[in-house]
């Protein structure tokens, strides 16, 4: 963050504050991280904040401690929007354009109160009076970090934070091997782990909490995979019914797109999920090397990311959607 702009926040968070944090929509392991860490940060400076995330987080995050005090804004739009009229200072974490919020937008469109934004994707919006956006950071968890340390408050990093922060670096960077992962992650990693991070109970109760419905609807899209090797893509897709048929619950899908990319050859992954309840296809996208599927999902899936991960969406049918997509990847060098 630039340096007036630390001295400015610096000076605002001196006096006590109501302060909401705002992870984006469907939140993912750095969304919950962040927003977590930065709440447990700013309760030790005696501020007033409070987490509020536009809809449901996944389960397989509910261990995060504090999670257990996140409103719930879809859930309960009356408190929280004037939990959110009477906030002071408002950070958005891990989005950069408000429609990440889904309908929360139209509440934070109308208020006037200061935002910071904290976060790591490509083409920031312009919503915030404070912007501290860095496409080169592989986590906004890393960001947070940088930013506390940054205020010159390192000393008020605990086991509770070190954990939140670990967990959003963790998830963010594919467990350490995304390209944007440097020495410098590692050193913050070391660093975290010494203040008292579980480097081992943190994966476990991320990772290795897979239900049997969820292990079978992995096993449907693999074998509804298809590959395509002149083109160096992979795609496959869970329709209402197969969602169903497995009780699918949110977080059942997560990562399984990269698994297209453990193919062989492959450059290029993508898989589409069908959700009735909200009439779209959610699409997530991941390459290797030079293909930017965040261009790709902006220009043709009305979504966005970085360089090698992002998602989108579509209005069209499963099948239409799918039609599209095999058309598109025969037009374009991946
Ligand atoms: P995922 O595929 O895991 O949902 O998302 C991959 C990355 O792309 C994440 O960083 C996520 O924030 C971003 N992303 C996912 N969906 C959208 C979308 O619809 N619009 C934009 N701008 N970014 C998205
Ligand atoms: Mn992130």
Redesign the pocket.
């Known amino acids: 963050m630039k340096k007036e702009d630390i001295q400015a926040l610096a000076l605002l968070l001196s006096v006590p504050k109501k302060i909401a944090i705002i992870p984006?929509r469907?939140p993912?392991g750095?969304?919950m991280g962040s927003t977590l860490a930065l709440y447990h940060f700013l309760l030790k400076l005696n501020h007033e904040p409070i987490v509020i995330a536009p809809n449901e987080f996944p389960d397989f995050l509910a261990w995060l401690p504090g999670s257990e005090n996140v409103l719930i804004f879809e859930k309960d739009k009356e408190n929280t929007t004037k939990i959110l009229q009477e906030s002071e200072l408002i950070f958005t974490l891990?989005?950069?354009?408000l429609?990440?919020t889904g309908e929360m937008e139209h509440v934070l469109n109308k208020l006037q109160t200061t935002f910071v934004m904290i976060d790591h994707?490509q083409s920031p919006d312009d919503f915030a009076q404070f912007t501290y956006s860095d496409t080169s950071f592989g986590s906004t968890c890393e960001m947070i970090y940088n930013f506390i340390a940054q205020l010159d408050k390192k000393q008020f990093i605990d086991k509770t934070i070190a954990t939140c922060i670990y967990t959003g670096i963790l998830t963010?960077s594919g467990s350490f091997r995304f390209p944007k992962t440097t020495g410098t992650t590692h050193r913050i990693i070391a660093d975290l782990i010494d203040l008292g991070a579980e480097n081992t109970e943190i994966p476990t109760l991320l990772f290795d909490n897979n239900s049997y419905d969820r292990l079978q609807l992995l096993g449907r899209a693999l074998q509804n995979m298809k590959v395509f090797p002149e083109f160096k893509t992979t795609y496959t897709s869970l329709s209402q019914k197969e969602l169903d048929t497995f009780h699918y619950v949110k977080g059942d899908t997560?990562g399984i797109?990269n698994y297209g990319l453990t193919i062989k050859g492959i450059n290029f992954a993508a898989i589409f999920i069908e959700h009735r309840d909200e009439n779209i296809i959610?699409?997530?996208?991941?390459s290797q090397g030079d293909f930017d599927v965040?261009q790709f999902?902006?220009n043709h899936?009305?979504?966005?990311?970085?360089i090698n991960?992002?998602?989108?969406?579509s209005s069209l049918s499963l099948e239409a959607t799918i039609s599209k997509f095999e058309q598109l990847i025969t037009q374009i060098k991946i």
């Open positions: 984006h469907s993912d750095d969304a891990d989005f950069n354009a429609h990440r994707h963010d997560e797109v959610k699409i997530s996208f991941r965040n999902a902006r899936f009305n979504g966005g990311g970085h991960a992002a998602g989108g969406k």
